[in-house]
């Protein structure tokens, strides 16, 4: 099983960022998919998730309304909208996969939100 997460960076407060997660090494189209961030100092913490066919998703209150989270299945790749950044949105973020009750991740991508 391998996440590799791309996409993130430096950006102002109030501008966006799209994060991308490509699966391999399971059938991904099997498992929900989460995104995570963990910011210096927190703890890691649940930010969006999704269903196996992207029919459900999920977000953290501090998110909502600004977060997109999607799938194509076809390419194995789970993403992240981040809308409205806010400095609090600076952390790294984490794809999750859970498979067969093993929790499996990526490496992260560094979000930075500061003028």
């Known amino acids: 099983v391998q996440l590799v997460e791309s996409g993130g960076g430096l950006v102002q407060p109030g501008g966006s960022l799209r994060l991308s997660c490509a699966a391999s090494g399971f059938t991904f189209s099997r498992y929900d998919m989460r995104w995570y961030r963990q910011a210096p100092g927190k703890e890691r913490e649940l930010v969006a998730g999704t269903t196996s066919a992207g029919g459900s998703t999920n977000y953290a209150d501090f998110v909502k309304g600004r977060f997109t989270i999607s799938r194509d299945n076809a390419k194995m790749t789970v993403y992240l909208q981040m809308n409205n950044l806010k400095p609090e949105d600076t952390a790294v973020y984490y794809c999750?996969?859970?498979?067969?009750?093993?929790?499996?991740w990526g490496q992260g991508t560094q979000v930075t939100v500061s003028a």
């Open positions: 999750n996969a859970k498979i067969n009750f093993v929790a499996y």
